[in-house]
């Protein structure tokens, strides 16, 4: 009777404990964000539509520099000519084809790099196709959850398209320089070689910024993330069913005893290290530590390397030519929206003035930004015991900045101001009334890495039109800035 009890007992607080983990579920579920799988629909068909129409760019770009290649070498031997690009033109059409099939949306295993966003992002919609049909779950959140996994799916498929774009260009690279190397170099095949070799570069760099453009989570994916961490069957889930799960091979028991059986205890592998190092005499723990040293400052070194190499990405190979970090860059990520302040002392002609600047910058490479601007010259008065705040100026600014040495840059910029105090826009209208600014001088551009200002910007100018001015304007300009 006690064994029945006891079981009875048992069977309730079991059942009791189920049910408040169902519970827990159903509450978890009905707290995601309703937004969050239109967002992400949204965000994988706009990638999957940039990557489609950027692959095919960088296919005919491809294609025409061949195409160049077998005119330059038909000319000189006609029969290699027709030997190495017969079919490349075809392969390069059925590449774009592929592109622009409307793939399927069923998940495929994740491959290549790691990218632990994705991972989440592709084993979140899986945990939730299973509880769709849970009562908890917004019916209107579950075709769009569909269409969510569906997008996913597609751009993931799109991404492998991309690895096989890849490593075909990356294959006829390699046969076009083995090729073309013994032809000499007075022929100026070279030249149509490296044009070939660049844009199987940018290629693979505009592909990656993509990847890391979608592994880039939102704020609304983080708090999916947040609340689905809560439940034990999503941890459960995730663990088994994660590519990182199948990439170290986690067996279910990895936690208990048996699944650490056979593996070197803390104390096994301490004792080893002190029997080397005694072996070793006095010096032994020195060298060591030299050794320690050596070792960190190759990895550093080895590291360096491999984020020049493709970033860790899988494209490991070195460009014969300077890369322009911008060029894969679309034109919204080329802009700097920036502000500056100027601050001029008093004089017999002028009052104190601050000048509130409004810059627009595009940069060009990693080297040079150009752009464009103005301000308003708000005055204070001719000392702290006459303050008055009135406007005493404008101005249109156009500027260059190209870096000279790591955060140092050779600034120069044109502009026209006008002068005079205003109590109407109106007023400024007479294009006679500017007077004209040539500026030259030294930029120092600090990088913050804040997620709302990205970088400070300090500026000494010297004004060579400013001694033909009259009144004749301050030479000097001292500014300092913030982009965004």
Aim: a positive charge; one cysteine or more.
């Amino acid at each position: 009777m006690k064994i029945f009890v006891c079981l009875l007992g048992a069977m309730i607080y079991f059942i009791s404990c189920s049910y408040g983990q169902v519970d827990s579920t159903l509450n978890s579920l009905a707290q995601l964000p309703n937004k969050l799988f239109s967002k992400l629909s949204s965000k994988a068909s706009r990638l999957d539509d940039q990557i489609t129409k950027q692959s095919e760019k960088y296919l005919e770009k491809l294609a025409r520099k061949e195409k160049r290649l077998q005119q330059k070498l038909y000319k000189t031997d006609s029969n290699a000519s027709k030997q190495l690009f017969t079919g490349s033109q075809e392969k390069y059409q059925q590449l774009e084809a592929q592109l622009r099939a409307q793939e399927s949306g069923t998940p495929i295993p994740l491959q290549g790099e790691y990218l632990s966003n994705i991972d989440s992002t592709k084993t979140t919609l899986a945990f939730l196709q299973q509880r769709q049909n849970l009562p908890a779950f917004p019916e209107k959140s579950q075709q769009a959850l569909v269409n969510a996994s569906q997008k996913f799916n597609q751009l993931q498929a799109k991404f492998q398209q991309t690895d096989q774009i890849k490593e075909y260009i990356r294959q006829r690279k390699q046969q076009l320089k083995d090729q073309l190397a013994r032809y000499p170099q007075s022929l100026g095949l070279n030249k149509y070689l490296n044009d070939y070799n660049q844009q199987v570069y940018y290629y693979s760099e505009q592909v990656r910024e993509y990847k890391e453009m979608f592994n880039d989570p939102d704020r609304l994916m983080k708090e999916a993330l947040v609340i689905l961490n809560k439940i034990p069957a999503f941890q459960t889930f995730m663990k088994n069913n994660s590519q990182l799960a199948g990439l170290f091979g986690i067996s279910t028991d990895y936690a208990s005893a048996a699944g650490t059986a056979g593996l070197q205890t803390r104390d096994q592998v301490q004792s080893l290290l002190e029997g080397q190092i005694g072996s070793g005499g006095s010096g032994g723990m020195a060298a060591l530590q030299s050794n320690l040293s050596e070792a960190h400052q190759g990895l550093d070194q080895f590291k360096d390397k491999l984020s020049n190499l493709g970033n860790g990405s899988g494209d490991m190979d070195m460009p014969s030519f300077k890369p322009n970090p911008g060029k894969t860059h679309s034109f919204l990520k080329r802009i700097e929206v920036g502000t500056n302040l100027q601050t001029t002392r008093a004089n017999y002609f002028f009052p104190s003035t601050t000048d509130l600047g409004l810059s627009l910058g595009y940069r060009l490479s990693g080297r040079s930004t150009i752009g464009i601007g103005g301000s308003y010259k708000l005055g204070w008065g001719s000392n702290i015991s006459h303050i008055k705040l009135s406007g005493q100026g404008a101005s249109i600014r156009s500027f260059i900045d190209f870096q000279l040495k790591k955060s140092y840059y050779l600034s120069g910029g044109y502009e026209l101001n006008y002068q005079q105090s205003f109590t109407s826009f109106s007023q400024i209208s007479s294009v006679n009334d500017w007077t004209r600014s040539g500026l030259i001088g030294i930029s120092k551009i600090v990088s913050l890495g804040g997620k709302i200002v990205k970088k400070t910007k300090v500026q000494l100018l010297f004004d060579f039109l400013s001694y033909s001015q009259i009144p004749r304007t301050q030479p000097l300009k001292f500014r300092v800035g913030y982009n965004f």
